[in-house]
């Protein structure tokens, strides 16, 4: 089985795209978006011969006028463009990523889209920014080059051009790649702490088994018992945790608050086990 980079697999999902035609139309405009553009031709390197293939099909389908110029190059007329305005739109950056994109997943993040122009380059970056994305700009070998780092950008990049499965994919990697990270934390954890916790549990399960065993629950507020309940289906969770989980039922306590209703839990235990 051929072992495909994550980039091959986000253009190879481009490419299954089922468009319509002003869609196919929009993915042209991207595809040669990162180019340089003299006397309305649009010179593409793309050696990738998949891809490359698919680009000329597109060509011959939209009737947009093409020649070679080399085994790897292509000169594409770009008065198709007229028909095209340049929007936030999926279609167009995911031809934008098919002819110049490059995706990394692993233990370090990286997605870029590579320009010739630096005023392309600078438009994309202005509209990807106004959607919240965060792209950084950088020049390297005279090629200028608009990149994220964060995961949850490219994410959101990866939903924006439609390439679903590669998202859930790249979600998965990011998925494992946390459990690892949380695996590691806990091995490394103090034992101390980890008895701490373990035994503050163990004294809250007991205590709330207590009170509701011996019918003092009119001892607590609907607030307190919420608590109670959201504590013992979500033992490991902070006290950060278990107030924004009780903001979900409508209900807004600090966490020196949540932490005065355990105090409170032990005291009322303490009072009715001395009797």
């Keep these: 089985m051929e072992n495909k980079s994550f980039s091959q697999l986000v253009k190879e999902e ?52 093409y020649t070679y110029t080399k085994k790897n190059e292509i000169s594409i007329n770009t008065n198709f463009l007229t028909n095209v305005s340049v929007k936030y739109q999926g279609k167009f950056f995911a031809g934008l990523f098919l002819s110049s994109g490059s995706i990394i997943n692993g233990r ?94 163990l004294e809250f399960i007991k205590n709330y088994q207590f009170i509701k065993e011996n019918n003092l629950l009119d001892e607590f507020s609907v607030e307190e018992l919420t608590l109670f309940e959201l504590k013992l289906n979500s033992l490991d969770s902070s006290l950060n945790e278990l107030s924004l989980l009780l903001e979900t039922k409508n209900i807004k306590k600090s966490r020196s608050a949540l932490n005065h209703f355990l105090i409170k839990l032990k005291k009322i235990t303490k009072k009715y086990q001395k009797k």
């Design 14 to 65: 481009i490419m299954s795209f089922q468009l319509k035609k002003q869609e196919k139309f929009f993915l042209m405009a991207g595809i040669i978006y990162c180019c340089s553009v003299k006397n309305n031709e649009a010179k593409l390197v793309i050696n990738n011969i998949k891809i490359r293939t698919y680009i000329l099909n597109l060509c011959n389908e939209l009737k947009i006028s």
């Design 108 to 201: 370090t993040n990286h997605l870029e889209l590579k320009f010739n122009d630096l005023i392309n380059a600078e438009n994309a970056l202005s509209i990807l920014n106004s959607h919240g994305l965060e792209f950084k700009k950088i020049i390297r070998k005279q090629k200028i080059i608009i990149y994220l780092k964060k995961i949850e950008n490219i994410c959101d990049f990866l939903k924006a051009i439609e390439t679903i499965e590669s998202y859930y994919l790249f979600e998965d990697g990011k998925i494992q790649r946390d459990f690892y990270n949380s695996a590691n934390r806990i091995t490394n954890l103090d034992v101390y702490n980890q008895e701490r916790i373990a035994k503050a549990n």
